[in-house]
C-alpha cells in the first residue's frame, strides 16, 4: 500500500464521521477523558481501540513488543503515570494475543540482538513457572505462556508508582488481564485477581506476599 492511498483513506475516514457527527472533530480537539489505559503488543493485528469496538478519544494507548510492563523502561513508566495521575483511567487493561511472536521467541534460544534484553522479562515468566509450562507442549505451552505473561505484567502494573500513590488515595484503577485471539476476534477476560497473584508469586520464590 503507498502512502498516497492512506492519505485518501484518510479524508474519506474523516468525510465519513464528520457526515455522521459534525460536531466530532471539534470535540475531539477540545480534550480528552478516556476511561481505559490499553497496553497491548505492538503486532499490527491487535489495534486497541477498534478490537474493543471503541473510537478516538475512548482509549490511551501503550503498544510494545509482547506487551511488558518492565520497571526499568520509563516510557511505558510515563505512560502510566499520565493515565493514572493526570487522566484519571478507571481501568488498565495489559492486552495479550495469541500467536504472539514475542512470546514465541522468548521459547527459543535464538539470538534476536537487541531484541534479547526485552526478551529477557517474558524467560523470567517461563523460569517462574516453568514445572508448569515443561508439561505442555508446542502450541499450547505458548498459548499458556501468553496467559502468565500478561498476568505477570498486570502485576507488574499494580506495584508501579503510579498505581500505589492512586491506591493510598483511594483512587485505584481496576487491572485489567485480557488475551485477544486472532482467530476469532474475541477478547478473553482471565480475570487476574492481583491479591492472589502476587501470593502465588510469593509461594513459587518461597517468600511472604
Ligand atoms: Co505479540
Known amino acids: 500500500m503507498s502512502t498516497a492511498a492512506v492519505f485518501d483513506n484518510n479524508k474519506s475516514w474523516a468525510n465519513a464521521i464528520k457526515k455522521s457527527n459534525p460536531d466530532f472533530f471539534n470535540n475531539l480537539a477540545k480534550g480528552q477523558d478516556p476511561d481505559f489505559l490499553f497496553i497491548g503488543c505492538a503486532d499490527s493485528r491487535v489495534p486497541?481501540?477498534?478490537?474493543?469496538?471503541?473510537?478516538?478519544?475512548?482509549v490511551f494507548v501503550h503498544r510494545n513488543v509482547a506487551n511488558l510492563v518492565d520497571h526499568t523502561d520509563t516510557n511505558i513508566q510515563a505512560v502510566i503515570e499520565y493515565a493514572v495521575a493526570h487522566l484519571g483511567v478507571r481501568h488498565i487493561v495489559v492486552c495479550g494475543h495469541s500467536g504472539c511472536g514475542g512470546v514465541k521467541a522468548s521459547l527459543?534460544?535464538?539470538d534476536?540482538?537487541?531484541?534479547?534484553?526485552?526478551?529477557?522479562?517474558i524467560k523470567d515468566v517461563y523460569y517462574a513457572h516453568k514445572a508448569e509450562l515443561d508439561a505442555l507442549e508446542?502450541?499450547?505451552?505458548?498459548?499458556?505462556?501468553i496467559e502468565l505473561n500478561v498476568m505477570a505484567q498486570c502485576l507488574n502494573v499494580a506495584k508501579t508508582t503510579s498505581v500505589q500513590a492512586a491506591t493510598r488515595e483511594g483512587k485505584a484503577p481496576q487491572i485489567h488481564g485480557w488475551v485477544f485471539h486472532l482467530e476469532t476476534g474475541l477478547l478473553q477476560d482471565l480475570e487476574v485477581d492481583i491479591a492472589s497473584e502476587q501470593q502465588a508469586?510469593?509461594?513459587?520464590?518461597?517468600?511472604?506476599a
Open 112 to 121: 534476536l540482538g537487541v531484541l534479547n534484553p526485552w526478551i529477557r522479562v
Open 108 to 110: 527459543t534460544h535464538t
Open 138 to 145: 508446542g502450541e499450547a505451552r505458548v498459548a499458556r505462556l
Open 201 to 208: 508469586m510469593a509461594d513459587i520464590f518461597g517468600v511472604t
Open 48 to 58: 486497541a481501540a477498534q478490537v474493543m469496538g471503541l473510537g478516538p478519544g475512548d
